[in-house]
């Protein structure tokens, strides 16, 4: 049952202050729950209890943990259709894609669940000591991973499953023995309290400290901006926009101690055409991208958002093949109307530009918060001389650029910000001889696709998500899979530490059985 509270060291709690409704963008009407936005008080409260909580949970088994992953998955599976159907009114999403998204979710718990299990993730080195080596003795180093301290997590508007409440971030957090405080997002809050039930259930269940988890609800910034600033959080994860990332990881840095923001942030994911490919199947790619275009209203943030081509027979074509795709398309819902207004602001900038003209048209919509594709098309050397053709416009967008030369596609890609993904369509004899494109490419983006579309992002330990700013804060490391867990961790090492009192990671008999690298030798044995 949806409450409208926060949650404080998992139980939950409701001081008097401001008030909200999430929306219903298909009923184009407010949901009946009314939230409570958190009080200074309680954002200190919970932080303060998850600092306490830091305590214990960083020196938890992985058994533990694991059990608490687990356990959440089960909780979230155990909400049943109540998620489903709340999820659905809070996003205006498919049944479908609820499913879908919180599969996602329950999957990502689990693999961290087995990583934190096996225990291999810490990264142990050991390089024994030797004291008879001359002229100086080598002392013994022992290394390996330890978590942070008390993660703030933000929710993520187009994700109410994957990347909010219990997703990747926390997963990750929860991982590597860091409390989790989640800034809550205000258009799914009850998708959120939902999760957060589960997830206070789940801590009880396990039986770790209170404080590891707390939800708080807020409509604005001024509750996550307490809760960046506060000096028991030790690190930011943020899915979002350009300015909403910057804005948090600014205030990240000018603490009196600077902790990390690893935000996710805006990408237009440049496709680059090669005429090869197109000569081979312009309607089959045309479609393609009609579809990715398109897929869950453009909220994607690996959306294809600038196609890049060489002014030929075979853009055209695709050009043209594009256009007929888009005529058996349909306006799709998006998520909140303040989406759609910013999808309309966006739309309206980037068709004002000079040298712009349409390929696909908008259709006349009158469904409220419903949104029809648009793409426009321009000129390499105006996309170079102006700036803000190269802005994310967050919805069922994109911009085909035709490029007079080679040469000047080679340096629109040198001028490209960075971007979570890139994408090469072309033959694989012509591929062979584009180093230079794949090369400036390459720089520019942390994914780079042969063949394919960007929308899809597998969860799997080889995964990037992430890129040169402004895609993401630090191009090192991803928000999708395993290797996530690295952001909220940092090396330590014991010298000369007694075997007894080391953790036991880095012992000399290993009873943990972990992979490690023992003067420079992987091995599972002891030493």
Known sequence: MITGKSYIASTPSSSTGNTFKTFDPQKNADNPWVFTEATEAEVDLAVN??????ESFRSSSGEQRAALLNA???????????????????SGLPAGRAQGERGRTVFQLRTFADLVADGSWVEATIDTGDPQRTPAPKPDLRKMNIPLGPVAVFGASNFPLAYSTAGGDTAAAFAAGCPVVVKSHPMHAGTGELVAQAISTAVKQ????????????????????QLVSHPGIKAVGFTGSIKGGRALFDLAAGREEPIPVFAEMGSINPVVALPSALAEDALGWAQKYAGSINLGTGQFCTNPGLILGIASEEFDAFEHHLQQAFEDVTPQCMLHPKIKQAFDSGKQQASAQSGTSTVVSEMEVDTANYASPLVLKVRGVEFLANDKLHHEVFGPYSLLVSCATEHELLTVIKNLEGQLTGTILATQDDLSGKHDIIAALQNRVGRLIFNGVPTGVEVCPSMLHGGPYPASTDSRFSAVGIHSIKRWVRPFSFQDWPNAQLPQELQDANPLGIRRLVNNKWTADGL
């Open 72 to 90: 959440i998955a089960d909780q979230i599976m155990n909400l049943g259709d109540a998620l489903i159907q709340t999820y659905c009114a809070e």
């Open 206 to 225: 396990v039986g770790v400290h209170p404080g590891v988890f707390s939800n708080l609800n807020s409509s604005g910034i001024d509750v996550g901006t």
């Open 49 to 54: 209890q998850a600092t306490e909580a830091f």
